[in-house]
């Protein structure tokens, strides 16, 4: 059983930085490939980013490549999601989650933990 618990999100102006952490229960976190996902107001939870387990491989969206960064700490049983030049389409309630070696990254079906969700709202 993992539990996960995501913090970090809140209100940012369009261009601004967020970092949003998710800290993992359970002693296998590093079996886990971790991802995030958001769902945008009237819109279907979407993938954003994971890093597998083992290699750290990271995977992201197109609409987030080269602006979000995705990290874990194995030791401290953590990810992370480094959001820079935010905007206003960012603006969504961003879970994470963990698939048990998990290797279909985007697929929200493939997760087996997920937490409650931070809100993220970004101002135009």
């Known amino acids: 059983q993992v539990q996960l618990l995501e913090s970090g999100g809140g209100l940012v102006q369009s261009g601004g930085s967020l970092r949003l952490s998710c800290a993992a229960s359970?002693?296998?976190?590093?079996?886990?490939?971790m991802g995030w996902f958001r769902r945008a107001p009237e819109k279907e939870r979407e993938f954003v980013s994971a890093?597998?387990?083992?290699?750290?491989?990271?995977y992201y969206a197109d609409s987030v490549k080269g602006r979000f960064t995705i990290s874990r700490d194995n030791d401290k049983k953590m990810v992370y999601l480094q959001m820079n030049s935010l905007k206003p389409e960012d603006t969504a309630v961003y879970y994470c989650?963990?698939?048990?070696?998990?290797?279909?990254?985007?697929?929200?079906?493939?997760?087996?933990?997920w937490g409650q969700g931070t809100q993220v709202t970004v101002s135009s």
């Open positions: 359970g002693r296998t976190f590093s079996r886990y490939t």
């Open positions: 890093i597998s387990w083992g290699s750290g491989t990271t």
């Open positions: 989650a963990a698939d048990h070696f998990g290797n279909t990254y985007y697929a929200e079906g493939s997760y087996d933990y």
